[in-house]
């Protein structure tokens, strides 16, 4: 497996954003590989899976690309102060990667996992992914205006009561959630299987 740290302007959210790339030790002149996205929670970096998770096997074995992008507190989705996040998982982060590396174009050969209020944001991108999954996601926004969320949840989603008018509206669906017993560390593990799993149906490998 190989790593690739990338530090790149990126125009939707007006900064400059690093991403964690790992690569396939032995990669394949004119093969196109599938992309896998993992977002990370409050409170952590893009380094919260690779500190978590065993990610060599899936890179190596299932021959998957994995991009672990920072998204400091935006769970990754377009918020009111006008930095768009969620324009820029769908969309920007794909292309930019695209235009680096060997992946697919298609939104088949896509994937997108992250935990806490990157889940949130995970299950949101409709668009981008043809496979999500969340593992422990915040379900409700609303949640972090009673947990001493910082910055100011209101600032980055608008106010409380508006939530679902401003785009933010609560998760509904239980596909591609992992919220069930064991650590924090073991339902990570599990969901990521699950989604490499989930890939071969998408042919992936």
């Not at 590989?33 to 409050?42: E, F």
């Not at 174009?105 to 999500?132: C, H, M, N, P, Q």
């Not at 926004?141 to 969320?149: A, D, S």
Request: charged share 25%; aromatic share 10%; hydrophobic share 35%.
């Amino acid at each position: 497996m190989n790593r690739v740290c990338i530090q790149s302007y990126v125009p939707s959210v007006h900064t400059y954003l690093g991403i964690d790339l790992l690569l396939p030790e032995d990669m394949e002149r004119g093969r196109l590989y599938p992309l896998l996205v993992l977002l990370h929670g409050r409170g952590e970096g893009r380094d919260q899976w690779a500190n978590k998770v065993y990610l060599e096997d899936t890179v190596d074995e299932k021959k998957v690309l994995i991009a672990m992008p920072q998204g400091n507190q935006s769970g990754f989705v377009n918020l009111v102060s006008g930095e768009r996040w969620g324009d820029f998982l769908n969309h920007e982060l794909p292309g930019l990667l695209a235009g680096w590396f060997p992946i697919r174009k298609d939104r088949e050969g896509r994937g997108v996992l992250g935990v806490d209020t990157g889940g949130y944001g995970a299950l949101r991108a409709v668009s981008g992914y043809a496979l999500r999954g969340a593992v422990d996601p915040v379900r409700d926004l609303g949640e972090l205006y009673e947990k001493g969320y910082r910055p100011d949840p209101g600032v980055l989603f608008g106010p409380r009561e508006d939530l679902p008018g401003n785009g933010y509206p609560a998760l509904e669906e239980r596909e591609g959630i992992y919220d069930g017993a064991g650590s924090l560390r073991e339902k990570m593990q599990a969901a990521l299987r699950d989604m490499v799993e989930r890939g071969g149906a998408l042919e992936w490998y």
